[in-house]
């Protein structure tokens, strides 16, 4: 069983940046895929980035590619997702997830409550 914890979502400006963090519990965090989703009002969730448990090879969507980075520390049991220029379009509320699976893209069995980022024009 692995439990996640998001944190650091607020209201920032566009070109602003934000780290949001996700907080692991559970031996098994460490050697599980982990992801950032997000879902904005009135539309599908949508995948943004993930890492496979290495540390060592990561995938992005192409809308936040070059943009957004995503790491984890398995000592610390937390991911992280670094937000740079920031837009409008990328409020939404983003959610951790893990997997012990090697599809970084999904299917995600474990999920956070979420944390919501909002950006300003």
């Known amino acids: 069983q692995v439990q996640l914890v998001e944190s650091g979502g607020r209201l920032v400006q566009a070109g602003g940046s934000l780290r949001l963090s996700c907080k692991g519990s559970g031996h098994a965090f460490s050697s599980y895929s982990v992801a950032w989703f997000r879902r904005a009002p009135g539309r599908e969730r949508e995948f943004v980035a993930a890492m496979r448990w290495s540390g060592g090879i990561s995938d992005y969507a192409d809308s936040v590619k070059g943009r957004f980075t995503i790491s984890r520390d398995n000592a610390r049991r937390t991911a992280y997702l670094d937000m740079i220029s920031l837009k409008p379009e990328d409020t939404a509320v983003y959610y951790c997830?893990?997997?012990?699976?090697?599809?970084?893209?999904?299917?995600?069995?474990?999920w956070g409550q979420g944390t919501q980022v909002t950006v300003s024009s």
């Open positions: 997830a893990a997997q012990a699976g090697a599809n970084m893209r999904g299917p995600y069995g474990y």
